[in-house]
């Protein structure tokens, strides 16, 4: 999965905690040598009630001179809300993913009934990478993903050095 940074003047994410509680947070980081900085903050949030089944997410995204933030929300049953509302914060600040949300392209061919060659690994890969990606209701995998593709399009804009851990 791939980052493009489409708005630049972004701010418009919320701190819920005060009204809401928090249920997970995912931060991108680069560590060089002794430094270390956060390039990315997604916090989850729901309501406080027994009833509560909406999921609020904020995103931070900051480093490479770029200081932008988005929020979202996902509700209802019956798929990863967690991960629709990151999608629906990052499209909000402006962020555009591409490539695919599960990984690299499968080695085998179902439908050959053959392992793809690497010419053909690549070919698959460049052509996804060109396709949106919409993680949206994808799960767990899928938000990692997108944090740190949004983190390595932020350390290649910026010509920062370092390793980037999803925390």
Request: with cysteine; aromatic share 8%.
């Amino acid at each position: 999965m791939k980052a493009a940074f489409t708005k630049n003047d972004v701010s418009n994410a919320i701190n819920y905690s005060g009204n809401k509680e928090t249920v997970n947070q995912l931060r991108a980081i680069i560590v060089n040598g002794k430094d270390c900085r956060e390039l990315v903050d997604a916090r989850f949030y729901m309501g406080r009630s027994s009833s509560a089944s909406s999921v609020y997410c904020s995103v931070w995204i900051c480093g490479a001179d770029k200081h932008i933030s988005g929020r979202g929300t996902a509700s209802g049953y019956g798929y990863h809300k967690q991960s629709a509302a990151l999608a629906s914060a990052f499209s909000s600040a402006g962020v555009e993913f591409y490539g695919s949300a599960y990984g690299e392209p499968r080695r085998w061919d179902h439908n050959l009934g053959r392992e793809k060659t690497p010419a053909e690994l690549k070919a698959e890969k460049r052509k996804a990478n060109k396709t949106r990606c919409n993680f949206d209701g994808a799960g767990d995998s899928a938000m990692r993903a997108a944090v740190k593709a949004a983190a390595v399009e932020l350390k290649r804009i910026g010509k920062i050095k370092g390793r980037i851990f999803i925390v």
